[in-house]
């Protein structure tokens, strides 16, 4: 047994699908599929050698590409997920997993928020709360405490933006370049987020391959898991969030969440954040990306708007952010989709595989999902060397 808890599992393949606004082909069950088939194919494993699968069409995947009997683990999440599916093999409960997750036909009346965001119960409906006024309550109260601006999120919704501009894998490809005033002239959405503040609202799937490590030499380009953790306060979207709620004596508050997480991953890694050579961050909207450099050890608290500032999160700064255009402008396809290709994003830095804004040397590298509105922070760190 390999002393680092997952040295015994690596990343072995990753797949997007098309993402689109619509897919109106697909279910989120076929487009899920559609990933698994393409991460097999490019780890170079056929789906006969699957003995898990991880994902909320875990049991159709099965099904459909005949793998019974073997391992199911319905996880409607990202990082957890991927973690699950390692926990899988070192356990020796399985030695190559499927991670698929996909979103089709879900969000079909444009002129409302998605449906995920306003689940229908007593503390929501009565209050006329969403996802962006729950974590614009988080935004404000920082920028009461802090003087963060609007320019500053409008500077971080840019970056991310003109990221997906030149990829043109995004559904966004060709749409900008944004200027932080781009960001501030579009209609207001939930104070302080304008609607270039936030992210969009598509269809796709993707997927991941997990191995064990001694198969890891037969794929293209392996990648290790280095650490990973999760913070939770509570069921996403059902109560508002306030900043210095704390559930624990002594322990975090609301507004930093996903800290407690950070802290366990860099341990687990044996890393700090100065090691980290690219950050593919969660980015539901612009002031969640500030909120977790900060929490995340990037910056001293509070200062997270002048760090964007200074260019940090630039393709060519200290530490690029959400390269491939995130939430905002690559794709937000359901729930699971979005958070997986996190990490998938994170896997294609490290292998060099990045057709633009490759990160050039990248050894390591962080993903992100969830963030203070939802009251979840999930944070991955991967590496090019086995730990």
């Known amino acids: 047994m390999h002393p680092h808890p997952f040295g015994d599992v690596a990343i072995a393949g990753v797949y997007n699908t098309p993402q689109a606004r619509r897919l109106p082909d697909h279910t989120s069950t076929s487009i899920a599929l ?24 875990s049991a159709e995947i099965a099904l459909e590409l005949g793998l019974g009997p073997c391992t199911r683990r319905p996880s409607g999440l990202g990082i957890p997920a991927v973690l699950d599916a390692a926990a899988l093999i070192v356990t020796g409960q399985c030695s190559v997993v499927v991670v ?6 879900v969000h079909t009346d444009a002129t409302s928020t998605a449906p995920w965001t306003r689940p229908a119960n007593e503390l929501v409906v009565s209050y006329g709360l969403f996802t962006a ?7 404000r109260r920082h920028m ?21 501009h030149v990829n043109p894998e995004a559904i966004y490809f060709g749409r900008g370049p944004f200027t932080a005033d781009d960001i501030l002239a579009s209609r207001m959405v939930a104070d302080p987020f304008h609607l270039l503040d936030c992210a969009t609202t598509s269809e ?12 890891a030499s037969d794929t293209p380009a392996p990648v290790w898991i280095l650490g990973g953790a999760s913070d939770s306060f509570g069921p996403a979207y059902m109560v508002p969030p306030v900043w210095d709620f704390r559930a624990r004596h002594g322990g975090e508050c609301f507004g930093r969440v996903g800290a407690q997480a950070a802290r366990a991953s860099f341990a687990m890694a044996g890393l700090t954040p100065d090691d980290v050579d690219v950050a593919e961050l969660y980015d539901p909207f612009s002031f969640e990306i500030i909120r977790q450099l900060e929490t995340f050890g990037f910056c001293p608290e ?23 255009g995130g939430t905002m402008s690559f794709s937000h396809a359901g729930v699971s ?21 490759q990160v050039e040397g990248a050894e390591v590298a962080m993903s992100s999902n969830g ?9 991955l760190l991967l590496g090019k060397e086995r730990p």
Not at 133 to 139: I, Q, S
Not at 144 to 164: C, D, F, P
Not at 204 to 215: E, H, I, N, Q, S
């Open 100 to 105: 698929a997750a996909g979103g089709a036909g």
């Open 133 to 139: 006024a729950e974590f614009a309550l988080m935004a």
């Open 34 to 57: 559609a990933g698994a088939v393409g991460a097999l194919a490019d780890a170079r494993i056929s789906p006969g050698e699957v003995d898990g699968v991880v994902g909320p069409a």
């Open 371 to 379: 963030g203070a509105g939802a009251l979840f922070c999930d944070v």
């Open 302 to 324: 509070g200062e997270g708007g002048a760090f964007v500032n200074d260019g940090n999160i630039a393709p060519d700064g200290r530490l690029p952010v959400t390269t491939d």
């Open 204 to 215: 796709g799937g993707c997927a991941l391959v997990l191995v064990a490590a001694d198969r």
């Open 144 to 164: 009461l405490t802090y003087g963060t601006t609007s320019e500053q999120m409008a500077t971080v919704a840019a970056s991310i933006r003109n990221n997906g």
């Open 337 to 357: 989709a979005q958070q997986l290709q996190r990490v998938i994003r994170a896997a294609q830095q490290l292998r060099g595989s990045c057709a633009t804004r």
